[in-house]
């Protein structure tokens, strides 16, 4: 059983900068492949970028460019920048962990974490 644990949310102006964080229980990080989602009211969650176990990263278009997602491995944790922020980024961001691809194994959800763009 792995638990993911999220922190970092909160209110920030639009424009700005937030760096979010998931601390994982057990270092997975060499086999699974962490992501962040976000689900915003009367939405549905939505892929925000993934790493894989080699490093490889991939975003969504809609925050290509604004967002950066990086791990630290000494302390088994993913973090997810967000920079330039709009009032559509508001949502709650979950943490994600997920086998590779035609891999089966379990899936790994946080409990997630508010961000509000507001001024």
């Known amino acids: 059983q792995v638990q993911l644990v999220e922190s970092g949310g909160g209110l920030v102006q639009p424009g700005g900068s937030l760096r979010l964080s998931c601390a994982a229980s057990?270092?997975?990080?060499?086999?699974?492949?962490m992501g962040w989602y976000r689900q915003a009211p009367e939405k549905q969650r939505e892929l925000v970028g993934t790493?894989?176990?080699?490093?490889?990263?991939n975003y969504a278009d809609s925050v290509k460019g604004r967002f950066t997602i990086s791990r630290d491995n000494a302390r088994v944790t993913v973090y997810l920048q967000l920079n330039s922020v709009k009032p559509e980024d508001t949502a709650v961001y979950y943490c994600?962990?997920?086998?590779?691809?035609?891999?089966?194994?379990?899936?790994?959800w946080g409990q997630g974490t508010q961000v509000t763009v507001s001024s």
């Open positions: 790493i894989t176990s080699g490093g490889s990263t």
């Open positions: 994600n962990a997920r086998p590779p691809p035609l891999i089966s194994g379990k899936e790994y």
């Open positions: 057990k270092n997975i990080f060499g086999f699974y492949v």
